[in-house]
């Protein structure tokens, strides 16, 4: 069974700037089964990017995914407001990752 | 719209079992996998399995094999997840997503229900 770890765990930063999130996977996962969710308190996760790079309908532009083989990546260019919540990685249809809180510093 | 709604939340003793709805609407329920993942109070996701709405076909996460129980009925649009023999550590929120694509299986999941909260205490 493949792992995912995703790092850092919680990341403090400001309305505005730039954040980047990591998942490694144990093993290859090809780029074509890797997503990403965003989760706020008392909601049920919300779809951002699929196929490791594609936004997800109605997902705005600052979001973006690249990666591939164990190693991939979710960047918000500029934070917004409603962005600070919490981000997993998925491998289609199976594990997640334990999540990244993302937190106004 | 494309909408996943989940039953009520439930509260059960340890030992038993619960069984959760998810009826879908807003497209064609046989067409797409349903996915059923929980999440412990201030943890993380946690897959649980699928089951084809077509075929009635199912994958069962390994941590919950013997214990889980997924079935459909296209009739009314409606997916069922029952977990038995409860513990205290099963005590979540218990959501349920369709995939983005059609008769996939291994996919994203582009919609979820809203949860059910199943608590498990004596």
């Known amino acids: 069974e493949i792992v995912l770890t995703q790092s850092p765990g919680t990341l403090s930063l400001s309305p505005g700037e730039r954040a980047t999130l990591s998942c490694r996977a144990s093993?290859?996962?090809?780029?074509?089964?890797l997503a990403w969710y965003q989760q706020k308190p008392g909601q049920a996760p919300r779809l951002l990017i699929y196929g490791s790079s594609i936004r997800a309908t109605g997902i705005p532009d600052r979001f973006s995914g690249s990666g591939s083989g164990t190693d991939f990546t979710l960047t918000i260019s500029r934070l917004e407001p409603e962005d600070f919540a919490v981000y997993y990685c998925?491998?289609?249809?199976?594990?997640f990752g334990q999540g990244t809180k993302v937190e106004i510093k | 719209q494309v909408q996943l709604v989940q039953s009520g939340a439930e509260v059960k003793e340890p030992g038993a079992s619960v069984k959760v709805s998810c009826k879908a609407s807003?497209?064609?329920?046989?067409?797409?996998?349903i996915h059923w993942v929980r999440q412990a109070p201030g943890q993380g996701l946690e897959w649980m399995g699928w089951i084809n709405p077509n075929s009635g076909d199912t994958n069962y996460a390994q941590n919950f094999q013997g214990r889980v129980t997924m079935t459909g009925d296209a009739s009314i649009n409606t997916a069922y997840m029952e977990l038995s023999r409860l513990l205290s550590d099963d005590t979540a929120v218990y959501y349920c997503?369709?995939?983005?694509?059609?008769?996939?299986?291994?996919?994203?999941?582009?919609?979820w229900g809203q949860g059910t909260m199943v608590t498990v205490s004596s």
């Open positions: 093993q290859s996962v090809s780029s074509s089964y």
């Open positions: 997503a369709k995939e983005l694509q059609l008769w996939s299986g291994m996919d994203a999941f582009n919609i």
């Open positions: 807003g497209y064609t329920f046989t067409g797409y996998y």
């Open positions: 998925q491998q289609y249809g199976k594990t």
